[in-house]
């Protein structure tokens, strides 16, 4: 089924149809979601996710905006919807688990995480290690082992700054083999398209980024996964990729994908979307949308999910001091 999908710039240029509309004005009732970064990466797809799923599964009447605001990774949006759209009954935001980490670092300025809607989550990635294909190494070890030699002259590149989450899997990597996060050469983009164009352009070495954002290129043969930050190994396209884990180095970083509401919504609003995720969670045909983005199942809505990203704020303080960020 063919999906009709709006795309808004930053510019207010948006492309509804094929057809060119200026201005950022909306019909009543239109639903939009503000993606954090430029286009290509992880909040891009997280907006396309629930775009396509709810149009396809007939959840929404018209096809959802999907607005691209990059700046700061992520604390540009956050600020907009807390200054301006803060009660808007038709937007929804992307977030991740990136977001939750810079809140925990005080990267959104004055916000800390408690002040918008955490609406919920339609899936859950997994970190990646990742090299160019015909980059020297084969292996984690092999990188590892060349990393604890040289530790500055490895350019590693994602779409975040020092602290960010995708800074964060450095770091809990090189801190297996006793390698200083600080130590290290980090190459900040502003999203995960931005970094993997750079890998594969040769202007960083190695690539953080998510398991979601590699489908096209391993497929295309482009690029060599090292180690997957996951529990265990994924199935389908995944399949041969190594965990980080059965490899001897313990770190796991899964990234859910969900979004946010403003902090005026009503009650109706939120609860109004609170059951529409859920049902699309639960429809098969949407099982397949994620699937085909490389996501994996994961249904949080409403309290549950706010308290689930409370937790997790709480907790990246505590592993922001144990990398030394705080």
């Known amino acids: 089924m063919k999906i009709n999908m709006a795309i808004r710039h930053a510019s207010g240029i948006a492309l509804l149809g094929g057809t060119l509309l200026a201005g950022h004005a909306q019909a009543a009732g239109d639903t939009e979601c503000i993606a954090p970064a430029k286009p290509g990466g992880g909040y891009d797809l997280t907006c396309r996710l629930a775009a396509n799923g709810l149009q396809e599964t007939g959840l929404i009447d018209r096809p959802m905006v999907v607005s691209y605001m990059p700046g700061g990774i992520g604390a540009v949006a956050y600020n907009h919807v807390n200054g301006v759209r803060t009660d808007d009954p038709n937007l929804i935001v992307a977030a991740s688990t990136g977001a939750a980490v810079n809140l925990a670092l005080g990267k959104f300025g004055q916000y800390d995480g408690d002040e918008v ?21 084969q292996s984690l070890d092999e990188l590892m082992a060349d990393l604890q030699e040289t530790p500055g002259e490895i350019a590693f590149g994602a779409g975040g700054t020092v602290g960010s989450q995708d800074w964060m899997k450095v770091a809990l990597t090189a801190k297996t083999v006793d390698i200083n996060p600080r130590d290290l050469r980090y190459v900040a983009f502003e999203g995960g398209g931005e970094a993997l164009a750079a890998l594969l352009g040769d202007h960083i ?3 953080t980024g998510d398991l979601s954002e590699l489908r096209s290129q391993l497929e295309g043969g482009d ?3 090292l180690a997957a930050l996951s529990e265990e190994r994924m199935g389908g396209p995944y399949a041969d990729i190594p965990t980080a884990a059965e490899q001897g180095y313990d770190v796991q970083w899964p990234i859910w994908r969900g979004y946010f509401m403003g902090p005026e919504v009503s009650d109706e609003a939120y609860a109004t979307w609170v059951e529409r995720l859920k049902t699309l969670s639960e429809d098969p045909g949407f099982a397949e949308i994620r699937e085909a983005r490389g996501l994996f199942p994961m249904s949080r809505f409403g309290d549950s999910f706010d308290t689930y990203v409370q937790e997790q704020i709480t907790g990246f303080k505590t592993l922001a001091e144990e990398v030394g960020l705080k």
């Open 223 to 225: 690029i060599r996964v």
């Open 117 to 137: 809607r955490w609406l919920g989550a339609l899936g859950v990635d997994y970190g990646a290690i990742v090299v160019s294909a015909d980059a020297p190494w």
């Open 205 to 207: 070495q190695v690539f």
